[in-house]
């Protein structure tokens, strides 16, 4: 670190608030919304160090760094599943409807001790060999009572209730 960089950062801390904005100001090139003269002493000693060291890109790669690794890494498509809900589902597609999974997606849910597997078909769903027009006619057959399929699936999104 040369002896003129060390004084530009000493200098910033005899700066007053307004004294250290318009300092901001010339050194990033835009103005700052900060009233704080501790945060703004950080922000500007970084960016003087990195015009000192020629370092302008170095956020524009950490930046780019960032975006790779988060393309390889492993991105949960579902949520988990939650302890009140045993239905888990497995994306393929993307589907057209919001609420409904796309085909190929295999539903499971537990009921009265055995597990109720369906398979969604382009056309329908598929339980036990069979094919049916709704979740809501594999979940009464399933219960006996009439019911929504996509909610006794778990495939609607739970509102917060205020108790």
Known sequence: MTEELRSQLRALDAMTLAQLRERFLEVVG????SKSKQHLRKRLAWWIQVRAFKE???????RKRGLELARLEDVRLTPPESRHSRTKRVAVRPSADPKMPPPGTRLTRAYK???VCVTVLPNGFEHEG??????SAI???VTG???SGIAWFGLTKRKDRAT
């Open 30 to 33: 835009e103005p700052t919304k």
């Open 56 to 62: 302008e890109d170095r956020v524009e790669r950490i």
């Open 113 to 115: 001790g055995r597990d």
């Open 130 to 135: 069979r094919v049916y027009a709704s979740l």
């Open 139 to 141: 979940a009464k057959a």
């Open 145 to 147: 009572t009439h019911c």
